[in-house]
């Protein structure tokens, strides 16, 4: 899936603008225009996957910016992992089934777990579990309630279940441009097997680096791209100056 670390830039929708939160948190929301001209930036300057998010459907419960999902998908042709608001099977399947690249499973697969193998079975590479933590702690309903579970032994369950993909965010340090904690990427890295995609906190492109280096298979950035604290470019450059030296 990751053949090599991908940076991945955020398209996060609310109200079917490109917005980011602050630590997950509603009405924290600094909003960045049309969600289309983002993505078609972003691979502009070089992003082979898009992370995009329904915030109000991750919230709500019910995908309500799916037209700027499908007009993201129509006009670009690079993968698209998709977030917010998918609660059933169905839900997922047809997503899959209608282009979609990868699905995240959140607060649907910690409610009901069994939809992770369900999903799998016929889509072996498009399920991403999304672990989102607070705390040390697992939470869900659009980051608003806490589980009591830990990330870590929640990755392995899932990897058993078939995820191919845990994409684990550091709600603690989301939005707030103050650096990663790559410890708590490198913990979960190490209970699995398959790729995690670290989020939350980046500011620098030496985040970046040190998320690769805690074995993180991607990374996903949305504050400091949008803030203009580095360029895509110039990150993507830095991993891959990295990766010829190894």
Same mark, same amino acid.
């Given at each position: ?5 991908? &940076?991945?830039?955020?398209?996060? $929708? ?20 049309? *969600?289309?001209? !983002? ?40 993968? @698209? ?14 997503? $899959? ?6 699905? @995240?499973?959140?607060?649907? !697969?910690?409610?009901? *777990? ?36 830990? *990330? ?27 650096? #990663? ?7 979960? #890295?190490?209970?699995?097997? @398959? *790729?995690? @995609? ?9 985040? &970046? ?6 074995? !993180? ?30």
């Amino acid at each position: 899936m990751f053949e090599h670390f991908q &940076v991945i830039p955020a398209v996060d $929708l609310q109200n079917g603008k490109v917005v980011q939160l602050v630590g997950g948190e509603r009405g924290s929301e600094t909003e960045y225009g049309d *969600p289309l001209a !983002a993505a078609e930036r972003w691979v502009e300057e070089g992003a082979r996957t898009l992370h995009v998010v329904d915030l109000d459907g991750a919230f709500e419960g019910e995908r309500t910016n799916a037209t700027a999902v499908s007009r993201i998908a129509r006009a670009t042709d690079v993968s @698209i992992q998709l977030g917010g608001g998918i609660r059933s099977a169905a839900d997922a399947r047809e997503l $899959l089934d209608h282009g979609v690249d990868r699905v @995240i499973l959140g607060t649907a !697969a910690i409610e009901e *777990p069994a939809i992770v193998a369900d999903v799998s079975e016929d889509y072996p590479e498009g399920v991403v579990v999304s672990l989102d933590a607070k705390a040390g702690e697992v939470v869900m309903a659009g980051w608003t309630e806490s589980t009591g579970i830990d *990330p870590a032994e929640a990755a392995q369950e899932y990897e058993k279940r078939g995820a191919a993909t845990i994409l684990f965010t550091d709600v603690d340090s989301e939005g707030r441009l103050a650096g #990663v904690e790559a410890d708590l990427v490198e913990r979960v #890295v190490d209970a699995v097997s @398959i *790729p995690v @995609i670290a989020s939350g906190g980046v500011a620098t492109v030496g985040d &970046v680096r040190a998320l690769r280096e805690a074995g !993180a298979a991607a990374v996903v950035v949305g504050s400091a791209l949008y803030e203009g604290r580095f360029a895509l470019g110039e990150a993507i450059e830095a991993v891959e100056t990295t990766d010829h030296e190894g």
